[in-house]
């Protein structure tokens, strides 16, 4: 049995809507993690790491402190809890819940507010206060604003007069009878640090190192490798067609005549592509699965 290691780096988890994508992303990127249905002490199997689940919401804050030595949450939440954390990555990737988020204005369709100068005085329901008061403010406007406990689209108008709410697509906004006027922040999943945790070296290398691998497995998400034996005289024009991620690997065969070719391209133009490889010349082309590219 190994030897418990006395270092220990402590990660916060987001818990809610980050959290089953989070676990995939931790899967890719080659950690067996698993999160018990009634516990908030995820297991992992590296012994460097403890792992806590905590509210997006409440993340960035508990790092501020020093409770977390790192933690992964939402670039608003960041900004909503008015923290001063070290941003190490932007972890924004093509799964549901970690991509690009907009914080935006919305109000009933027949409202007569149509830009922020017509917020004045009005009456404001959201769940990040601070950053609609910081957006209020830049925009020379006052108003009431008001913490929603959620259910926030439904306000309009009765409760209030305008919600700035989060969406992804708008759908909710729009089945609400809700029109968006303004955006007021893009927001990410981030991964970010304790400033003094970070100065420690044996923290700063472990955290770089994970960070190598997550980002790793997001770079290689919507890409795959390639490989193909191409006659050596149809060489340039296979490679005309690559659009590679570096530059190719080209390997003699036993056979002088040929060379293997190895690269990665975007999974979504293999379709169009196999088709001119073989034109082209190429034979015996392969397409692999990757779950990490390291640039």
Same mark, same amino acid.
């Given at each position: 049995?190994?030897?418990?290691?006395?270092?220990?780096?402590?990660?916060?988890?987001?818990?809610?809507?980050?959290?089953?994508?989070?676990?995939?992303?931790?899967?890719?990127?080659?950690?067996?993690?698993?999160?018990?249905?009634?516990?908030?002490?995820?297991?992992?199997?590296?012994?460097?790491?403890?792992?806590?689940?905590?509210?997006?919401?409440?993340?960035?804050?508990?790092?501020?402190?020093?409770?977390?030595?790192?933690?992964?949450?939402?670039?608003?939440?960041?900004?909503?809890?008015?923290?001063?954390?070290?941003?190490?990555?932007?972890?924004?990737?093509?799964?549901?819940?970690?991509?690009?988020?907009?914080?935006?204005?919305?109000?009933?369709?027949?409202?007569?507010?149509?830009?922020?100068?017509?917020?004045?005085?009005?009456?404001?329901?959201?769940?990040?206060?601070?950053?609609?008061?910081?957006?209020?403010?830049?925009?020379?406007?006052?108003?009431?604003?008001?913490?929603?406990?959620?259910?926030?689209?439904?306000?309009?108008?009765?409760?209030?007069?305008?919600? !700035?709410?989060?969406?992804?697509?708008?759908?909710?906004?729009?089945?609400?009878?809700?029109?968006?006027?303004?955006?007021?922040?893009?927001?990410?999943?981030?991964?970010?640090?304790?400033?003094?945790?970070?100065?420690?070296?044996?923290?700063?290398?472990?955290?770089?190192?994970?960070?190598?691998?997550?980002?790793?497995?997001?770079?290689?998400?919507?890409?795959?490798?390639?490989?193909?034996?191409?006659?050596?005289?149809?060489?340039?024009?296979?490679?005309?067609?690559?659009?590679?991620?570096?530059?190719?690997?080209?390997?003699?065969?036993?056979?002088?005549?040929?060379?293997?070719?190895?690269?990665?391209?975007?999974?979504?133009?293999?379709?169009?592509?196999?088709?001119?490889?073989?034109?082209?010349?190429?034979?015996?082309?392969?397409?692999?699965?990757?779950?990490?590219? !390291?640039?």
């Amino acid at each position: 049995m190994s030897r418990r290691s006395k270092k220990r780096l402590r990660l916060g988890l987001p818990k809610g809507s980050l959290q089953e994508t989070t676990q995939k992303l931790f899967t890719r990127a080659g950690f067996r993690l698993r999160i018990p249905s009634r516990s908030y002490y995820p297991e992992i199997d590296d012994e460097e790491l403890d792992c806590i689940l905590i509210r997006s919401q409440e993340m960035a804050r508990y790092v501020d402190q020093g409770v977390l030595d790192a933690g992964i949450t939402g670039l608003d939440w960041v900004i909503e809890n008015r923290v001063k954390v070290k941003e190490l990555a932007d972890l924004r990737a093509p799964w549901p819940n970690y991509g690009p988020v907009r914080w935006v204005v919305a109000v009933k369709n027949n409202s007569k507010i149509r830009k922020p100068k017509d917020l004045q005085g009005k009456r404001i329901a959201t769940e990040v206060v601070y950053l609609t008061q910081r957006y209020l403010k830049s925009h020379g406007v006052k108003a009431e604003v008001e913490f929603s406990w959620g259910a926030t689209e439904v306000k309009p108008p009765v409760l209030a007069d305008a919600i !700035i709410d989060v969406t992804e697509t708008g759908s909710s906004l729009r089945t609400n009878d809700l029109r968006i006027i303004d955006t007021v922040l893009e927001s990410t999943p981030r991964f970010i640090a304790n400033r003094e945790a970070y100065t420690d070296a044996w923290k700063k290398r472990k955290m770089e190192r994970l960070l190598l691998l997550l980002t790793g497995a997001i770079y290689a998400v919507d890409r795959v490798g390639l490989m193909m034996n191409v006659p050596a005289d149809h060489l340039d024009k296979v490679l005309s067609l690559l659009p590679a991620l570096g530059t190719p690997t080209i390997s003699h065969l036993a056979d002088d005549r040929w060379v293997a070719i190895n690269t990665v391209i975007e999974e979504r133009i293999v379709k169009d592509l196999f088709p001119r490889l073989s034109e082209a010349g190429a034979r015996a082309i392969v397409e692999y699965p990757l779950n990490k590219i !390291i640039e």
